[in-house]
């Protein structure tokens, strides 16, 4: 029913750049925020950074420096920059979306991608 597309993951060196992306399609009536979370290893799910459709953002602190969260409500789409990138950012970055179907409908839908690898080697 919905889909998100994901891509811009890969391999970087310490204090490079990438920018992910997500797509999303399928039944979505609107989205409330969009965002990224990560898993690292040994390491537990974590958000890396949001943002609503009126483009109030939310950044983990390790990341609010460095990574910018940015969207299209139009396309529903959202990117990630992420610069300067460091080891610890080594992990499966997952697209995530909180929607609703239908106009009559609270918020609360919730849907995520399979994830896109980043590694950053010293």
């Known amino acids: 029913q919905v889909q998100l597309v994901e891509s811009g993951g890969g391999s970087v060196q310490t204090g490079g750049s990438l920018t992910l992306s997500c797509v999303a399609s399928g039944t979505i009536y609107s989205i409330n925020s969009m965002g990224w979370y990560r898993r690292a290893p040994g390491h537990r799910r974590e958000l890396v950074a949001s943002?609503?459709?009126?483009?109030?953002?939310n950044y983990a602190d390790s990341v609010k420096d460095r990574f910018n969260i940015s969207r299209d409500s139009h396309k529903n789409t959202v990117y990630l920059q992420m610069t300067a990138l460091k080891p610890e950012d080594t992990a499966v970055y997952s697209c995530?979306?909180?929607?609703?179907?239908?106009?009559?409908?609270?918020?609360?839908?919730?849907?995520w991608g399979k994830g896109t690898l980043v590694t950053v080697s010293s």
């Open positions: 995530h979306i909180d929607y609703k179907d239908a106009e009559w409908v609270q918020y609360g839908m919730e849907y």
């Open positions: 943002i609503t459709t009126g483009g109030v953002a």
